[in-house]
């Protein structure tokens, strides 16, 4: 089978899908190939930090006025993605006191708004937060759902004609007379092989544009650098807290839904699927919070994973990953390698995309000779049906549509109050028989249970929905609960074990689920990301 595209994009996170967004709405025929689902590589596995920049504005300048720039854009273009939590940067009794002033000399200097507030303000603004805090400032950091970010780009770029496929993978980029001209890719799920041809190709593969880039002769370095975090099983802050000192490991507290997440730990590994999480780094986390918040090992943590930093360097020089730089490139194969019709766009943040996005497109247009401006720092990103897209996202928002009649029917997530509408209108719209697809929608199996109460009900809708065969339905609940343990099993002891306990009693004592015998329908080495 063939396609035929103008400009095909390699990579499904923010990035390719900024990219995407971006080409569409200046016009061009545009495509998009995704291994797995949408945002399940890096985009999917980090924090939730939407950056104020003042966390480099000591160290890389540059890249914290980049973050501020594009901060303020993206609240203006995606508000319905963003909680507006602000932040504060705290320096605790573990920091150095001469800090403070060359981080508040170095925002103001990079043009980051941050203000220095008294503790005591600081603890009725956050009274659980460490006592012994010496200095504080306000900063306007704020937290993002990176799914919501990404299906309003999907839901743009299609409206201007752009065409996604996810679960395709690319096995080998075509190419001709030093030319690349398109893609072999795989549907992964069907077996299916197909070919897509295309003017231009973008590797927008993130940690993995380094074996994208091979397919054509290139040599791109990427440092795969590994961050862990851990999700604990309550909100304990509304602000997003980030320790007011040199970025270390531990150093960041994200208020997400109703839980919070600490990261993270930096480590440079070999290969961009390593995502084992180590007994230290889960030990990191919380000695790290306990510095934040001195009860903080009083909570529970619900989970732990990890994902890879695409860093970029062109001569890799040491192993201290937070030493390279958190800036972008965009590489054009033909002046660097002498292959045409292919470029690559490496490192960045979450929080540029967009700004990466529009130097990506802008290279595109010079090398297709073509005048054709970005506008997407004008244009306001569609929101799911029945949400406001100019409004920031709150964390009660689905209670208050609950209480006013919005939000109505069985609940079947009693944790993140989703109900049976909502997955049957996700199961409607999908060609997929995969729980976490719903997951990353809705966040079902997102809360303090981790899915121990949810997952039957929905495989049971799925089942009813889809009319598929008892076998169908067992793999799909099968791969759901294997990729919630695997993120339960590094923070396995005291209610966290007790929980597993029970929820081990419910699918194995109740439900026979380890006497199925079924094989997964998914790769064993998917991992379940984010909460």
């Known amino acids: 089978m063939k396609k035929q595209t103008e400009v095909l994009v390699i990579g499904g996170g923010i990035t390719g899908l900024g990219i995407l967004f971006d080409l569409a709405q200046r016009g061009f025929k545009a495509m998009l190939v995704e291994r797995d689902d949408l945002s399940t590589g890096t985009s999917g596995r980090f924090h939730g930090l939407l950056h104020s920049g003042g966390r480099y504005a000591v160290k890389d300048p540059h890249t914290a006025r980049e973050c501020y720039e594009e901060n303020t854009i993206l609240r203006r273009v995606i508000p319905h993605a963003i909680e507006d939590t602000g932040g504060l940067f705290v320096l605790t009794p573990d920091d150095d006191p001469a800090y403070g002033d060359r981080f508040a000399a170095a925002c103001q200097s990079a043009g980051i708004p941050v203000e220095e507030i008294d503790i005591a303000k600081m603890l009725r603004r956050e009274p659980l937060l460490n006592p012994g805090i010496t200095r504080a400032f306000t900063a306007p950091d704020a937290s993002v759902d990176t799914w919501d970010a990404c299906h309003a780009l999907v839901r743009g770029a299609e409206e201007y004609g752009a065409e996604v496929l996810t679960y395709h993978k690319v096995t080998d980029l075509l190419t001709r007379q030093n030319k690349v001209t398109g893609a072999a890719v795989k549907n992964i799920l069907t077996g ?192 799911e049906t029945g949400l406001n897209a100019q409004r920031y996202y709150h964390v009660n928002e689905r209670l208050r549509q609950r209480e006013h009649g919005e939000l109505s029917g069985q609940l079947i997530c009693e944790c993140e109050l989703v109900t049976r509408q909502q997955i049957e209108e996700k199961l409607a719209d999908s060609d997929t028989l995969i729980l976490n697809d719903l997951r990353r929608d809705l966040r079902v199996g997102m809360g303090p249970c981790q899915g121990g109460f949810c997952s039957y009900r929905v495989a049971g809708i799925m089942h009813r929905m889809k009319q598929i065969n008892p076998q169908q339905t067992n793999r799909a609940l099968s791969d759901f609960i294997q990729s919630r343990w695997k993120g339960v099993r590094p923070v396995l002891w005291g209610q966290g074990a007790r929980q597993m306990q029970l929820d081990e009693g419910i699918y194995f004592g109740l439900l026979g689920l380890d006497k199925l015998g079924s094989k997964r329908s998914v790769p064993s080495s998917w991992q379940g990301e984010g909460e």
């Open 192 to 383: 299916e092989n197909l070919t897509i041809e295309a003017d231009m190709v973008i590797n927008a593969a993130g940690a993995w544009a380094g074996q994208i880039a091979r397919m054509a002769g290139c040599e791109v370095k990427i440092v795969p650098g590994k961050g862990a975090m851990v999700a604990m099983n309550y909100r304990m802050v509304n602000t997003l807290i980030n320790r007011c000192h040199v970025p270390g490991d531990g150093d960041i507290l994200v208020p997400v839904g109703s839980v919070a997440v600490i990261g993270t730990t930096s480590i440079q590994v070999s290969e961009p699927d390593d995502l084992r999480i180590e007994d230290w780094e889960v030990q990191r986390m919380l000695d790290e919070g306990e510095k934040l918040i001195p009860s903080f090992k009083q909570f529970r943590p619900l989970r732990a994973w990890a994902g890879v930093r695409p860093l970029y360097q062109e001569t890799v020089a040491g192993s201290d990953t937070r030493d390279v730089t958190r800036g972008h490139q965009v590489l054009d194969h033909a002046a660097r390698d002498g292959v045409e019709g292919f470029v690559s766009i490496v490192g960045g943040k979450w929080t540029t995309y967009r700004l990466m996005a529009q130097d990506t497109v802008d290279a595109v247009c010079r090398k297709l000779n073509t005048n054709r401006p970005c506008r997407t720092a004008d244009t306001l990103l569609p929101a």
